[in-house]
């Protein structure tokens, strides 16, 4: 018996048939708090004034594919209208697209106020059995939790089909995200919230370029910023995927977590919002040699002489050939995602749904924390630096980040870390004022002597140029809540389910018989899990 939040499920202590891992503890715990402050903050636009009819140029039952009136008033110049927030006096409606145990969707259920139904869906029929005994064990009926089988696309396309777009749908795959996103934009209503994990960070750091770019479009970069371009890198497949359908995203929490990254993003539909989504885009310089990096977007908006928006492409190179820092060359990365990634007052209110149920959160500390620390994050300066990076560059003792960030303050330039990173400087000061800071350092407090020709002395030999003061300033340190707390022991992926299993285009779903694509059932001699596991 497991026992999380106020749910507990029935699981085999030596059986790995239905997936569970309790590191996803966390995931689990901010999941609940973010879906609430969705529906608390969902509840209170429902009762803001609705706009006069005498406003309205589109249909308030216009779905996904009918945008033919908002696509005739942009020829027209006329300004679009919205489609109108879906509106449930009964409560939201949750899709779980790889529920496994079950245990996320009983928790939602349990734990959730303003929920009216939740679909739990798994392609193996052995954890759907599971998902109907534990529902059975928590006294929860299958007309408020209604069990699923089959494949969680599909699943969505067919719900769309019949009409049924869901409040919110949660994507927890084993692996990529990515080929699930296509259907999920689609199957979410109007201003619904689409929560999203991918747990390849592997792959997203930089470990098999090519296959980011087959799985997400885009090409990452190894740096010590990593874990939130691969975030990043995420956030612009989403808002790709959701672009071709007229529709647009806007991320209200985006976390790298341990071994996974979990996005929380709002889908609206409007045409001429989709217009701004390649200017929210950009492309990554990273200097090969020292931690030197630059953004280039992918589009940049205009004014048309008449007044109207005009669109174009980005203006570039926006590096020379070589980093004027170290004159190495440049990695060239990207397109990722360089709009903000979370909405902050969004995060403070999840907070107060965690502190005021604290009893159900088994890691409140961890994910008070982790929304603390994304919410003191600049939201409009994408990735950052890392002090013992540029230390390592520099051949120096590394200055503690708390004289770095108040020297940046005293040079008035804002400067936060990043969720992902204790050591991180994220500011919106150009590269060579933070290594005018590092030389400085180097000059008055850990001297140095750098080889000749190497990347050290080649920073080190450029002039410091803007005024360096390092007295602490009080906006540098953070006190209450700790925001960077360990993990227990043993704490991080676990391998695949056995049940459910693909085998190249097959699936396992039960020792020694295999289905395959057609559904067609057959014996196999050897069908070993670790021949198909993904490598992390």
């Known amino acids: ?147 699923s089988t089959g494949d969680c696309s599909l699943m969505m396309h067919h719900f769309r089909s019949q009409g049924k777009l869901f409040d919110v749908i949660d994507l927890d795959p084993y692996g990529s995200a990515a080929p699930y996103l296509d259907a999920a934009v ?32 885009s090409t990452p970069i190894k740096a010590e910023y990593m874990h939130e371009s691969a975030v990043r890198i995420v956030l612009q497949t989403i808002s790709q995927t959701a672009s071709r359908y007229k529709r647009h995203i806007v991320p209200v929490g985006s976390f790298f977590i341990d071994f996974y990254l979990r996005c929380f993003v709002r889908v609206y539909t409007s045409p001429l919002r989709v217009k701004d989504c390649a200017c929210k885009l950009s492309y990554l310089y990273q200097c090969m040699d020292c931690s030197f990096f630059q953004l280039q977007p992918v589009q940049r908006k205009g004014k048309s002489k008449r007044g109207a928006d005009k669109f174009c492409a980005g203006i570039g190179p926006v590096v020379p050939q070589a980093c004027p820092e170290c004159n190495g060359r440049f990695h060239f990365g990207g397109p990722l995602w360089s709009d903000p990634i979370h909405d902050t007052s969004f995060l403070l209110s999840a907070i107060e749904v965690i502190k005021a149920n604290m009893d159900t959160f088994a890691q409140h500390k961890r994910v008070i924390g982790l929304l603390t620390a994304e919410s003191e994050e600049i939201p409009d300066v994408p990735l950052f630096y890392t002090v013992r990076s540029m230390a390592s560059s520099l051949r120096c003792q590394n200055p503690p980040a708390v004289l770095v960030r108040s020297a940046l303050l005293n040079a008035n330039f804002r400067v936060s870390q990043s969720h992902v990173e204790a050591d991180s400087i994220k500011t919106d000061a150009p590269a060579h ?104």
């Open 1 to 147: 018996l497991i026992s999380e939040g106020r749910a507990e499920i029935l699981k085999k202590s030596t059986s790995n048939d239905v997936f569970f891992n309790p590191a996803q503890c966390v995931n689990r715990d901010l999941s609940i708090a973010m879906i609430q402050t969705f529906i608390n903050t969902r509840r209170a636009e429902l009762n803001q004034p609705k706009p006069s009819s005498s406003t309205t140029t589109a249909s308030a039952d216009k779905q996904i594919g009918t945008t033919e009136v908002a696509e005739e008033a942009e020829e027209e110049g006329e300004k679009e209208v919205p489609v109108p927030i879906a509106s449930s006096d009964e409560g939201i409606t949750i899709f779980e697209a790889m529920a496994a145990s079950g245990l996320r969707s009983i928790r939602y259920h349990k734990e959730l106020s303003g929920v009216k139904n939740i679909v739990v869906n798994d392609l193996d029929p052995g954890a759907v059995a599971n998902i109907r005994n534990n529902l059975a064990h928590n006294n929860i009926s299958e007309d408020e939790v209604t069990p």
């Open 186 to 217: 689609q199957a979410v209503g109007e201003g619904g919230l689409l929560c999203v994990t991918c747990t390849d960070m592997a792959v997203l750091c930089g470990k098999n370029v090519e296959v980011v770019y087959a799985k997400y479009g």
């Open 433 to 536: 004022v933070v290594w005018d800071i590092m030389r400085e350092w180097v000059r008055t407090k850990s001297p140095v002597k750098p080889k000749p020709n190497t990347v050290a002395e080649r920073i080190l030999s450029r002039p410091v140029t803007t005024t360096i003061d390092f007295t602490q300033h009080k906006d540098a340190t953070r006190t209450g809540v700790p925001r960077y707390l360990p993990n227990p022991e043993n704490w991080g992926p676990k391998k695949a389910a056995a049940g459910g299993r693909f085998v190249g285009t097959k699936r396992r779903v039960s020792d020694g018989v295999m289905v395959g694509g057609d559904g067609k059932r057959e014996k196999v001699v050897d069908a070993t899990p670790h021949d198909t596991t993904p490598k992390e």
